[in-house]
């Protein structure tokens, strides 16, 4: 597959960090980039709806209930 650059805005001490790493471990990070954002595009893109049902859901099967949520929510 051929390469392709992409840029990627990350704060003074990443950019700084790696402009001072040695070629070797600059193709390390940049192969663990790949692999990541490969890994971050392969997931299911739920909507947000879907996630924050998926999350009720599981607070409910842990026991959660509405009036355990109320009252967390107002320290009693």
């Known amino acids: 597959m051929p390469e ?7 704060d ?3 950019a700084r960090a790696y402009d001072t ?3 070797d471990d ?9 692999l990541r954002l490969r890994e971050l595009a ?4 739920n909507s947000l709806v879907e996630i924050m ?3 009720g859901a ?7 209930t509405a009036e355990v949520l109320e ?3 107002h320290d009693e």
């Open 71 to 73: 009252a967390l929510l």
């Open 42 to 45: 392969e997931l299911p893109r």
């Open 26 to 34: 600059q193709k390390r990070i940049q192969l663990l980039l790949r």
């Open 12 to 14: 003074a001490d990443t």
């Open 4 to 10: 392709a650059v992409i840029r990627i805005p990350v």
């Open 58 to 64: 599981k607070a409910e099967a842990r026991g959660l």
């Open 21 to 23: 790493a040695s070629p």
């Open 53 to 55: 049902d998926d999350i």
